[in-house]
């Protein structure tokens, strides 16, 4: 069994990250790369002495490839360590007799999505280079608070049928919004708002897709070892 969750969660995380790490080169890294210039003050934008205009365009993505290693490197251990988790997820559910498909998995890595990216980005959006942020241990504190209780509210409505039960869990889903979330007192940001909403939504979708092949290739692979 543990032999299986092992090599189950390193081949489907290292395929994970590498696909992530692809659709961040060529979807979030340009945005990043184009941001850095506002930040260094290579570009400005917000000219009070002119019109709230610059050029777009991001620098050559090849100028740095030590950098996109390092993504290369982060997101192979990052989903190497999700895919643990998921693998662990559906080796606990075939305990209580449900069959590991490809559905399973699609479920697995939205319910992934859900608890380590969206819920903690409603109170921690994706932010650009050259924004101002709170306290960096507050939004820890912040973002482990809201991953520790979704994730235990969507396993109690996962394995819990009373109607106390879901009723906890869909208020363990909602206690961390009612904490508010970590804000400061002024907004700032030197980058264009149109790079910032486009940064916010590839961020996401990249997010969504990296975790939906996550759930597949985990669940195709955790059933044909199964079969092995």
Request: proline share 7%; aromatic share 12%.
């Given at each position: 069994m543990f032999k299986n969750i092992i090599t189950c969660a390193v081949f489907a995380g290292a395929f994970s990250g590498i696909i992530s790490s692809i659709l961040q080169l060529f979807l979030v890294s340009p945005l990043l790369f184009e941001a850095e210039l506002y930040e260094s003050?290579?570009?400005?934008?917000?000219?009070?002495?002119?019109?709230?205009?610059?050029?777009a365009g991001a620098p050559n993505l090849w100028d740095n490839p030590a950098r996109h290693l390092m993504t290369l490197g982060f997101n192979l251990v990052t989903f190497t360590?999700?895919?643990?988790?998921?693998?662990?997820?559906?080796a606990l559910l075939e305990r209580k007799n449900y069959i590991i498909k490809k559905e399973q998995g699609i479920i697995g890595g939205l319910c992934g999505f859900l608890i380590l990216y969206l819920v903690p980005t409603i109170g921690l959006p994706p932010t650009l280079p050259g924004t101002i942020e709170t306290i960096v241990e507050t939004r820890q504190v912040w973002w482990l608070s809201a991953v520790a209780l979704t994730g235990t509210g969507i396993f109690i409505l996962i394995f819990q049928k009373t109607t106390p039960a879901i009723i906890l869990g869909i208020l363990f889903l909602i206690l961390p919004h009612l904490f508010g979330y970590p804000e400061g007192e002024i907004y700032y940001g030197v980058a264009p708002p149109e790079l910032a909403g486009k940064f916010s939504a590839r961020?996401?979708?990249?997010?969504?897709?990296?975790?939906?092949?996550?759930?597949?290739?985990?669940s195709q692979i955790w059933s044909n070892l199964k079969k092995a």
């Open positions: 003050g290579m570009r400005v934008h917000f000219n009070p002495l002119g019109s709230p205009e610059s050029p360590g999700f895919g643990f988790l998921l693998t662990a997820a559906f961020s996401s979708s990249v997010g969504l897709i990296s975790w939906l092949i996550l759930g597949l290739i985990t």
